[in-house]
Nanobody, 112 residues
Framework: QVQLVESGGGLVQAGGSLRLSCTTS????????VGWYRQAPGKQRELVAT???????KYADSVKGRFTISRDNAKNQVYLQMNNLKPEDTAVYYC??????WGQGTQVTVSS
């Protein structure tokens, strides 16, 4: 069993930035793919960004150039730096590992 704990969500104005963090209970090196998904009200959960393996990453087209995923292997943490946020980025953001384990989610709200 792997526990994932997210932090860093909140309310921000359009154009602002937030940084999400996810701490894993197991060595993050063993948890690829590891990344972030989001779910807006009335919509399906969707991929935001993921680390597939090593330095290989994948981003949703809607966040390319604005969001950056990274990780700290020593701290067993994965991050999502979100810049130039838009109202349509409003959602609950979930950390995911191995496509099997999920965090509890953290709310991101972007006001216009």
């Amino acid at each position: 069993q792997v526990q994932l704990v997210e932090s860093g969500g909140g309310l921000v104005q359009a154009g602002g930035s937030l940084r999400l963090s996810c701490t894993t209970s197991r060595s993050i090196i063993s948890l690829n793919p590891v990344g972030w998904y989001r779910q807006a009200p009335g919509k399906q959960r969707e991929l935001v960004a993921t680390i597939i393996s090593g330095s290989s990453t994948k981003y949703a087209d809607s966040v390319k150039g604005r969001f950056t995923i990274s990780r700290d292997n020593a701290k067993n943490q994965v991050y999502l730096q979100m810049n130039n946020l838009k109202p349509e980025d409003t959602a609950v953001y979930y950390c995911s590992a191995l496509l099997m384990y999920w965090g509890q989610g953290t709310q991101v709200t972007v006001s216009s």
